[in-house]
């Protein structure tokens, strides 16, 4: 079946500092990537996505590249800020089969970030 | 342009009471998900709609769950009787069409605590 897999949290970081949080998946065909992110007491909100393999997904300053031949799609931003501070979510969507249209999502990553 | 809509925001109840979540999704969304995200396992797809018809409700956890969509602008997930290991948070979700490239929109969410 389909599957995600987050690297193990939490990551603490000073501001400024660079984040990789990495992400790879198990999936038959060709799903879409996504990230979500979610801040303390509010829902998943869309981060970034990527639909086929080398598209680059960028939002806010974060970016994660879809690489087929390694199944990952991690995410990376290059100076972090206090705000960024929340829980990070790797998903897939796969449409076919049974899996069509269903989200699933890696265990997701707790980032915290120091002034 | 309102978002997906929850409510209630917190539950609390008791062993064995009637709980009711209620979802307003986007407006013009063709699909409707709800998920359930607790520390054990994450966060779950448990039903998704497509015009207001059940389409997949594999990952309903048992009888006592059930959701219903009378029409386009509102669903309901209900739990009778609820049970202490019910307790999580559940998310409403709403996207334009159920394809791989489509973006799912989420509710704040509402966090049932059943003591």
């Known amino acids: 079946g389909n599957s995600v897999t987050q690297m193990e949290g939490p990551v603490t970081l000073s501001e400024e500092a660079f984040l990789t949080i990495n992400c790879t998946y198990t999936?038959?065909?060709?799903?879409?990537l996504f990230w979500y992110v979610q801040y303390p007491g509010e829902g998943l909100q869309l981060l970034l996505k990527?639909?086929?393999?080398?598209d680059k997904g960028s939002n806010k300053g974060f970016e994660a590249t879809y690489r087929k031949e390694t199944t990952s799609f991690h995410l990376e931003k290059g100076s972090v800020q206090v705000s960024d501070s929340a829980v990070y979510f790797c998903?897939?969507?796969?449409?076919?089969?049974?899996?069509?249209?269903?989200?699933?999502f890696g265990q997701g990553t707790i980032l915290t970030v120091h002034p | 342009d309102a978002g997906v809509i929850q409510s209630p925001r917190h539950e609390v109840t008791e062993m064995g009471q009637e709980v009711t979540l209620r979802c307003k999704p986007i407006s013009g969304h063709d699909y409707l998900f709800w998920y359930r995200q607790t520390m054990m396992r994450g966060l779950e797809l448990l039903i998704y709609?497509?015009?207001?018809?059940?389409?997949?409700d594999s990952g309903m956890p048992e009888d006592r769950f059930s959701a219903k969509m009378p029409n386009a602008s509102f669903s309901t997930l209900k739990i009778q009787p609820s049970e202490p290991r019910d307790s999580a948070v559940y998310f409403c979700?709403?996207?334009?069409?159920?394809?791989?490239?489509?973006?799912?929109?989420f509710g704040p969410g509402t966090r049932l605590t059943v003591l």
């Open positions: 709609f497509n015009n207001n018809v059940p389409i997949d």
């Open positions: 999936a038959t065909g060709y799903p879409s």
């Open positions: 979700a709403s996207s334009l069409a159920g394809g791989r490239t489509d973006t799912q929109y």
């Open positions: 998903a897939l969507i796969y449409a076919g089969g049974t899996s069509y249209g269903k989200l699933t």
């Open positions: 990527a639909t086929k393999a080398d």
